[in-house]
């Protein structure tokens, strides 16, 4: 069975801070791991994601992540948050190409000025 | 990758009645999905549509209030039936291609 757990359901951060938004995830068998963003009334986009290549991800928009298989996360960064950053995030898992994904609860970025 | 034309993107419906919600894919894929995204939470599989097939559905949702179609590799549709208030949330087909989720706009949905 497969589950994601985003830790932190909101997170706030200064303009030109960093970003660290928690995933950590279980799967069975080596997964495939994403993120997704949605801007408020739109629908989701990818950020990034890892397919069992190269273990840290760059994304669009400056995010990444890191694969770490010992810790089962993959978190998302993004080492200067702008305020166009504010959206909802998802981080997903894939057990297969072509299969259902599973995703986490979320997590609400808020960008201050 | 997939483009995913998904209409309508908003309705505001009577309470006991129903909506019919579509996705158009510009590629034919095998597998198309359908979330349910509530106020405020993450994405909810409802079911699974392979065309040819009966849907398959998730724990907790059941054909008779989502009945799905899927006639053919580009084309499903969703209908949800004797809507309540507690139906109302943003309803989103997907499809999986080259290991990538791709979704539609969203179809936000307002039982009053």
């Known amino acids: 069975a497969q589950s994601v757990t985003q830790l932190g359901s909101h997170v706030s951060v200064s303009e030109g801070a960093l970003v660290l938004l928690r995933c950590n995830y279980s799967s069975s068998v080596p997964p495939y791991l994403f993120w997704y963003v949605q801007y408020p009334n739109q629908g989701l986009q990818l950020l990034l994601k890892?397919?069992?290549?190269?273990?840290l991800v760059k994304g669009i928009n400056g995010f990444e992540a890191e694969f770490k298989k010992s810790e089962t996360s993959f978190h998302l960064t993004k080492p200067s948050a702008h305020m166009s950053d504010a959206a909802e995030y998802f981080c997903?898992?894939?057990?297969?190409?072509?299969?259902?994904?599973?995703f986490g609860t979320g997590t609400s970025l808020t960008v201050i000025p | 990758s997939a483009v995913i034309s998904q209409k309508p993107s908003r309705d505001i419906c009577q309470r006991g009645t129903s909506l019919t919600i579509q996705c158009q894919v510009d590629?034919?894929?095998?597998?198309m999905f359908w979330y349910r995204q509530q106020p405020g939470q993450s994405l909810t599989l409802i079911a699974t549509a392979n065309q040819g097939s009966e849907a398959t559905y998730e724990s907790g949702f059941v054909i008779d209030k989502f009945p799905i179609s899927r006639p053919n590799l580009t084309f499903s549709t969703l209908t949800v039936s004797n809507m309540s208030p507690e139906d109302s949330s943003i309803y989103l087909c997907s499809v999986v291609t080259h290991t990538e989720a791709f979704f539609g706009q969203g179809t936000r949905l307002t039982v009053v």
């Open positions: 590629s034919q894929v095998t597998m």
């Open positions: 890892y397919t069992s290549a190269a273990t």
């Open positions: 997903a898992v894939s057990e297969d190409t072509g299969n259902q994904f599973y």
